[in-house]
Nanobody, 125 residues
Framework: QVSLVESGGGLAQTGSSLKLSCAASGTRFKDRAMGWFRQTPGKEREFVAAINWRDEATYYAESVKGRFTISRENAKNTVYLQMDSVEPEDTAVYYC??????????????????WGRGTQVTVSS
């Protein structure tokens, strides 16, 4: 079982930066690919970024590529999402998610076994 808790959300101005954190408890964090998703009211939860467990390769949605950076710190069981040059379109609840152990990254939300409760990010213009 894995428990995920996101933090770091809040209000930001267009063009500024935020850093989200996701602290994981449970077993084998280092063996799990991790992802970030986001959701706005009335819309499907969408993929934002993912990081592999083996080689820490990273993957991004086109809408955030070049602005967001996902990273992990296995010693702290934590995954991060550095959000730079944020835009009003980035306003959403951001969720952290964990894949089953020893599987690579994935883009689909149904491919993730564990989810946090989310953290709100609001970007003002």
């Amino acid at each position: 079982q894995v428990s995920l808790v996101e933090s770091g959300g809040g209000l930001a101005q267009t063009g500024s930066s935020l850093k989200l954190s996701c602290a994981a408890s449970g077993t084998r964090f280092k063996d799990r690919a991790m992802g970030w998703f986001r959701q706005t009211p009335g819309k499907e939860r969408e993929f934002v970024a993912a990081i592999n467990w083996r080689d820490e390769a990273t993957y991004y949605a086109e809408s955030v590529k070049g602005r967001f950076t996902i990273s992990r710190e296995n010693a702290k069981n934590t995954v991060y999402l550095q959000m730079d040059s944020v835009e009003p379109e980035d306003t959403a609840v951001y969720y952290c998610a964990a894949r089953p152990v020893l599987l690579g990254w994935a883009r689909g939300k149904s491919d993730y076994s564990y989810w946090g409760r989310g953290t709100q990010v609001t970007v003002s213009s």
